[in-house]
């Protein structure tokens, strides 16, 4: 029998490609996946009161799948293509051979293949932030039809307008996604909440979490997926990345301890949401700026993180009859609008003039206003950078609250956005016909025939 010859590895590599850059970017696209499929979609399904479980983390579970066919037939060429105008690239599939195995155009050492799925990852998980928003009333069938339209003439125009060619590339300061994921996730959130309408009155009175572990335990493959998030940006294993890891989970724990303390002074108990709620303000926060900071500036963004996000959203919002008004479930606008730009504006005051040149050797960003004054004595440059951030964060709001109102209104003159009431009553059972926690529960007894076979096993223990 004739067995077919082993490749030799170096054949199978193309002389561009790097293979330390493509073991570590297929590792950090999985690590940001697995931030929405499984964390977040533990997260939400934990996060929410028992009667919207599934439905809570079933809106996460379709999102992703639906942003992938979505990404690979029309939305990564329109985010990062060739240029049809000034906010988006030219629609088109990005599934051949020819293209997936060839070097980007960005020059990065790796198949455009990586480059593909990583961006895809990213674009999955804004609409999954974007969700939280949402939960506990969004009709499920209107959630199906929004995905596709909101990634598409959203997403899509951010991602290019900064990142991928647009009219703000070589302007706006935005290291792995503090204006294009979150704070586009959370301004659209919030205007989807506004149009869809709040929750049941008796839920928006009452909704604790329905199992607090589960939460933590979605919340850390949020946490610990973040190394991919900004250690994936650069597309290479080098200096920048570590330094952007190091600098995203001190900014984190920083972050998180503050709003801990902050609950314990204000409200003189440690909250357990709380405490993943300055967690998320962190990640957030560091995000446009994790490998362009000093080590000492990620802290005092973990400072600011931990205390601007907490003071917006339990103080503010519940002075604000205007914050009252739009019932956004999961407080999104504040740990992801309102820290994606704050960590913008502060990357514009702490970015490092020698590392912006690491990561972007071809482009005039910045330096940051405290190294203008502090080394370069240029007060104007740093000004000029922090007007072209707060330009770059004015772009994604008013398109966000532009673009998701036009497609709500859209949808809703076919779909209604919102459950109907009796719908609303019952959660999960009445959208899915499932129920989480089922097993045993509502008055139900164990089958005789398991008593029987458990009833030994629990003797032989007690007689232990």
Known sequence: MNLPLAVNPDEASREWMSKGDN???LTATTMVCMQSVPGLVILYGSMVKKKWAVNSAFMAFYAFAMVLVCWVLWGHNMAFGKKMSPFVGKPHAALTDGFLLEQPKTGYQVPNSDYVFYQFAFAAITVVLLAGSLLGRMNFYAWMVFVPLWVTFSYTI????IWGGGFLENYVI???????IHLSSGVAGFTAAYWVGPRHSRDRQNFPPNNIIHMLGG?????????GFNGGAPFAAGT???????????????SLLIWVSLDMIFYEKSSVIGAVQGMITGLVCITPGAGLVEPWGAFIMGVMSGSIPWYTMMVLHRRSAFFQSVDDTLGVFHTHAVAGVLGGVLSGILAKPDLLKLMYPTNNYGPGLFYSIWEMKQLGHGFRQICFQL???????????????VICLLISRFIDLRMDEEDLEVGDDAVHGEEAYALWGDGEKMKKSLRLRIRPRLSYFCRR
């Open 219 to 227: 919340a850390g493959f949020l946490w610990l997926g973040w190394t």
């Open 174 to 180: 935005d290291y792995a996604g503090g204006f294009v």
């Open 158 to 161: 951010g991602a290019f307008s």
């Open 23 to 25: 073991a570590w970017q």
């Open 240 to 254: 920048i990345t570590a330094l952007a890891i190091v600098n995203t989970h001190l900014c984190t724990a920083t």
């Open 391 to 405: 330009l770059g964060a004015a772009f994604i709001s008013v398109w966000n609250v532009i673009i998701t109102t």
